[in-house]
């Protein structure tokens, strides 16, 4: 049986792409800053989420999806910071991609929203194929993980924009070396820029506030030039 | 593990890749998938498999080309393969490289189809 060869060359997540970029165009034409969060499972990303709304609360307006394969229990903890929460409940998928963002937005007024957070399944391999759409991505790293995830997880790492190290209160008992972290970090995304925290004592926070509204000034600065 | 997510987003990209040229009989899929893509080639190829049950596609075999992780040295002005894929950096001057050549494709290169 003979065979011949069509040439097709297309991207294998075309669609998500092109629905990310969508929204990524209708977050800037609104004004939301929109930050995406991934790490592995319980790295403190729902306290260090919880942290940063409490904290943006009080002078912006701020907003989550929080995606998991089960339960609303994140959900239900970042009300306590803002009613503006949705979870995604993914079922056995063990990513977020940008249809199920669309949908979580239904009905919600962007315009009245400074700060989106999207926290992801906590999984360190496959959301990083997806785009959402958001404008910065957090890679997070607890100080009781170990300081060589960074080196065993380098697409997530690379895919993202800034990392955050998380439960410091912790470094000193877990003998977390900070500077190999440090050092991990840049090399599978060299310029990276790092935070340190603890959303437990709230050590560092304040430096990640001014970042988001540098963030989002810069944003709404380029929305305004491009309106002009 | 999403490689089935990605199994099934190929079958439904080829399905219709197939009925719009009218119908094609797909005996293998040829793709390229980069080292830093994030999906793993054997856990894709068993998705693969798996997701293509039931579907126009099933019993087709798909054919991996794995592509090798490539980034750009600003210093040296070349595109240069790193030590590895947790080090970004220049294996001759050893600038750290942070513009990514190849290495992230999850792409369907094309169909061999019987004539």
């Known amino acids: 049986m003979s065979t011949r060869m069509v040439e097709v060359r297309a991207k294998v997540l075309k669609q998500n792409d092109l629905l990310a970029r969508a929204l990524r165009e209708r977050f800037r034409t609104e004004g939301t800053c929109v930050v995406g969060l991934v790490s592995s499972p319980g790295s403190g990303k729902t306290a260090f989420l919880e942290k940063l709304l409490a904290g943006l609360a009080r002078d912006s307006r701020v907003a989550a999806l929080v995606g998991d394969l089960a339960t609303e229990n994140d959900a239900a903890r970042l009300r306590r910071a803002t009613p503006n929460v949705r979870q995604i409940t993914t079922g056995t998928i063990c990513h977020l991609d940008a249809q199920m963002i669309e949908k979580a937005l239904e009905s919600w007024r962007l315009d009245r929203i400074d700060f989106l957070f999207i926290e992801n399944v906590g999984n360190l391999v496959c959301p990083s ?28 790492f690379n895919s993202s924009d800034v990392a955050i190290i998380t439960k410091m209160d912790l470094a000193e008992a877990a003998e977390f070396d900070l500077a190999a972290a440090r050092r991990n970090i840049e090399s599978v995304r060299p310029g990276m820029q790092v935070f340190e ?9 304040q430096a990640v506030f001014d970042l988001l509204h540098a963030q989002l000034a810069r944003e709404r600065h380029s929305q305004v030039a491009a309106t002009i | ?32 998938l980069g080292i830093f893509s994030g999906v793993d080639k054997e856990a894709l190829l068993f998705a693969y498999e798996l997701a293509c049950e039931g579907s126009p596609l099933q019993g087709s075999r798909l054919v991996i080309e794995s592509i090798p992780l490539v980034i750009y040295c600003d210093a040296c002005q070349k595109d240069r393969t790193p030590p590895s894929v947790y080090e970004l950096s220049c294996p001759e001057c050893g600038t750290p490289g942070q513009r990514i050549v190849t290495g992230r494709e999850i792409e369907v290169a094309s169909l061999e189809v019987v004539a």
């Open chain 1, 129 to 156: 194929s997806y785009d959402l759409g958001e404008e910065l991505r957090f890679v997070l790293l607890s100080a009781t993980e170990g300081e060589d995830k960074p080196l065993k997880y380098p697409t997530i």
């Open chain 1, 197 to 205: 925290v603890s959303a437990k004592t709230g050590t560092g926070m």
């Open chain 2, 1 to 32: 593990m999403h490689e089935l997510s990605i199994a099934i987003s190929m079958i439904d990209q080829i399905t219709e890749e197939s009925e719009s040229r009218g119908g094609l009989d797909v005996e293998a899929v040829h793709m390229k």
